[in-house]
């Protein structure tokens, strides 16, 4: 190929040499000579002279070179004098063509063909900003016609699949989706399924679909659909197999109905029996849970013996004359017991002036503050404890003192009437309630405790776990067709009502609330609660598109560690898994961020994450905090080391027990990575400064289970720590508390504070306030003003030959699994903006979601600076707000 070449001549022309016509000839000037679009010579049309236009009856297609294979490009034209290829902007020699001519009978026109040959390593030397290409230029006595552009390009295909289908273990009726990435390769590689070696023909399975981006997704799976899936990419160069998958599709066992009873045996008992076989287990399901046999007494205690009842029976066939001695002494034994229990009773009933027991702990020791409900004291022994504790909940402040950790509390009376109300013995008949946060022991700055006698001299402790407590955390707001976010503050619970998912003309009050009382979600195994029950409601509420609910959790997240499960319970009590957020689903979406849970539901109710360790490297995230206060005592100080799941709300309820203890945060708090593996926690007190400060022997370094730290979203783990001064002219506090898991992680808590309330440094607890505004209704309530939003969910959600529709933009957002989910949705891509706003709810990053968009190619402009005057008011309004 080369270009065509001009010399300079005589007499005011230019002489040009046009490879393309073999042929050299004079123009004066530029007036002589037509210029094509890379400056190339033409030749004048001849006006005078009759003809038409050359019309193309073959253009030049678009082909690819296989191997070391040159391909030829054609093309033919009627009227024609000449066809020659252009490629990349330059003629092809005349040399390179092969031209035939022949005459059209019907219209006495001559017709050209010309083709040429285009090799891989002309391709391969084109360097230029688009695909090597090639048309034709054909002349006729009226002037010239241009083909189309032709593209040319090297045929490959990669060996290795970008995705290879995993196998899955699938219960019956649950969804299966394959995936499937073939290798690159040009052209684009065409896919084909095969289940044991056979084609999947999904136009005669409705059940099955092949379409969404190569994905095999079956709708309900059968029996039937187990077996070894492979994927076949081909394209004009090769064929390549993706590995197998395994597909399993499972069925659990479930009872048959009970029998009915047998017949009554000579041992007085009749059985019934039921068969897990509807349906037996199949492919490795789960076999029916409980029992397959029970058993029951059928004579209501009239036993037979020797076929004769019981009463006739004499007492010599009795073997042992002495048993009946015996039964008879224990029988009036417990009826002289019963007797004297309901005596007592009524006694202390008639002589309570409160009409409840009083309760003289004059038994209590140190250590049965740790009383609850798992763990009983003895009530005839009275012990000392010298060692370290740790507690499970925080008491109040005066019982945190050494006095009263480490020795007996003969001074101290309690006293619960009704379960909301708890007292200390400050003088007779003192009382202080504890309604609000009764979690902690009501408490003053200047208590003196005085004995207080029971009239019934009987000791007896009350069980601390009768107190009351805090149930739950809640909020409101009145929605309408605009939606609006619902947000628990400072607790990383939110909720997110789309525009126009409530229909229009309809409002709905919608609540929200967090279960800090015990979890009624029970762990089975070795599953752990990640999360805080969030309900949500009304639950007859009917939306017309998802909502998105934020609920926080304390994995480290990992697929790799972690099977993380979405639970609801349901109108029974029970809970139920929705979803494993690795599943597939069309039914609800979760995406999965590193401190938090994105949900979108269409119902409400209660839900939770649970997750499953998968190996000893799974990690929760705890947070270590330290809180200080004064005690009665003036010398001594507490120090209360919290170790909580890493969840606002978690937190948030140690800030409301220390704020009514009269605790103060002495060092901002850490992360601490907890992991799986059995190991226990230590939390030890170091530095302290000698001559100022001393700390009860053997008491500097406390130990706590594993399983208590695993699972300690029961209650606000802690451990309670008891500093002397020497003098009270010392006012600063300076040591490290060190907190780290055998095998594990550390973390060392610096403590400089002064023991003076008003000499003290304040420290925030929260780092980042969410709004004191729970409920934000209307546009206000989005970061993506609604203009803005319907111009790109009208963009995406139409298809597009390049990709680039709603799922390039979800994949831009990292949003890259369970795509199935939003294309059930009528509005894809809305969907996918609903699950941004709730993911960007704090920082609003308008930019990121610009640059996602002009990677995609759709758009050129930052979103945070369109201007004020595309928008419509009220997104003029909110934008000035928000400075946008």
Partial sequence: ??????????????????????????????????????????????????????????????????????????????????????????????????????????????????????????????????????????????????????????????????????????????MIVLHCRPPEGVPAAEVEWLKNEE????????????????????????????????????????????????????????????????????????????????????????????????????????????????????????????????????????????????????????????????????????????????????LTVSRTYSGPICLQDPLDKELMTESSLFNPLSDIKVKVQSSFMVSLGVSERAEYHGKNHSRTFPHGNNHSFSTMHPRNKTPYIQNLSSLPTRTELRTTGVFGHLGGRLVMPNTGVSLLIPHGAIPEENSWEIYMSINQGEPSLQSDGSEVLLSPEVTCGPPDMIVTTPFALTIPHCADVSSEHWNIHLKKRTQQGKWEEVMSVEDESTSCYCLLDPFACHVLLDSFGTYALTGEPITDCAVKQLKVAVFGCMSCNSLDYNLRVYCVDNTPCAFQEVVSDERHQGGQLLEEPKLLHFKGNTFSLQISVLDIPPFLWRIKPFTACQEVPFSRVWCSNRQPLHCAFSLERYTPTTTQLSCKICIRQLKGHEQILQVQTSILES??????????????????????????????????????????????????????NSINRNL???????????????????????????????????????????????????????????????GL
């Fill in 759 to 812: 000499e003290r440094e304040t420290i925030t607890f929260f780092a980042q306030e969410d709004s004191t505004f729970p409920a934000q209704t209307g546009p206000k309530a989005f970061k993506i003003p609604y203009s803005i939003r319907q111009r790109i969910c009208a963009t995406f959600d139409t298809p597009n030959a390049k990709g680039k529709d709603w799922q390039m933009l979800a994949q831009k």
């Fill in 199 to 378: 084609p999947i023909d999904s136009e005669q399975d409705e059940n099955i679909d092949t379409r969404a981006d190569h994905n095999l997704i079956i709708r309900q799976a059968r029996l039937s659909d187990s077996g070894n899936y492979t994927c076949m990419a081909a394209n004009i160069v090769a064929k390549r197999r993706s590995l197998s998958a395994t597909v399993v599709v499972y069925v659990d066992g479930s009872w048959e109905v009970w029998s009915e009873w047998s017949v009554c045996s000579p041992e007085c008992e009749h059985l019934r029996i039921r068969e897990c076989t509807a349906p037996p287990p199949r492919n490795g399901g789960k076999f029916c849970e409980g029992l397959s046999q029970e058993s029951e007494n059928c004579t209501d205690g009239l036993c037979i013996l020797d076929k004769k009842p019981l009463h006739e029976i004499k007492p010599q066939s009795i073997e042992n004359a002495s048993d009946i001695a015996l039964y008879s002494g224990l029988g009036a034994a417990v009826v002289a017991v019963a007797v004297l229990v309901i005596g007592v009773t009524l006694y202390r009933r008639s002589q309570s002036d409160y009409g409840v027991d009083v309760i003289d702990s004059s038994a209590l020791t140190g250590n049965s503050l740790l009383l609850n409900s798992a763990m009983q004291p003895d």
């Fill in 1 to 174: 190929m080369g270009r065509a070449a001009a010399t300079g001549g005589g007499g005011g022309g230019a002489r040009r040499w046009l490879p393309w016509l073999g042929l050299c000839f004079w123009a004066a000037g530029t007036a002589a000579a037509r210029g094509t679009d890379n400056g190339e010579a033409l030749p004048e049309s001849i006006p005078s002279a009759p003809g038409t236009l050359p019309h193309f009856i073959e253009e030049p297609d678009d082909a690819y070179i296989i191997k070391s294979n040159p391909i030829a490009l054609r093309c033919k034209a009627r009227p024609a004098m000449q066809i020659f290829f252009k490629c990349n902007g330059e003629w092809v020699h005349q040399n390179e063509h092969v031209s035939e001519e022949t005459l059209d009978e019907s219209s006495g026109l001559k017709v050209r063909e010309v083709f040429i040959n285009v090799t891989r390593q002309q391709v391969e030397d084109f360097h230029g900003p688009e695909d090597y290409w090639c048309q034709c230029v054909a002349w006729s006595h009226l002037g010239t016609s241009k083909s189309r552009k032709a593209s040319v390009r090297i045929a490959y295909l990669r060996k290795n699949f970008e995705q290879d289908p995993q196998g899955r273990e699938v219960p019956i009726e649950g």
């Fill in 820 to 882: 199935s989910y939003f294309a059930t949705q009528s509005s894809p891509s809305a969907v996918i903006l609903n699950l941004w706003e709730a993911r960007h709810q704090h920082d609003g990053d308008l930019d990121s979601l610009a640059c996602a968009l002009e990677e995609i190619g759709r758009t050129h402009t930052k979103l945070s600076n369109i201007s004020e005057s595309q928008l419509d008011e009220a997104d003029f309004n909110y934008s000035r707000q928000n």
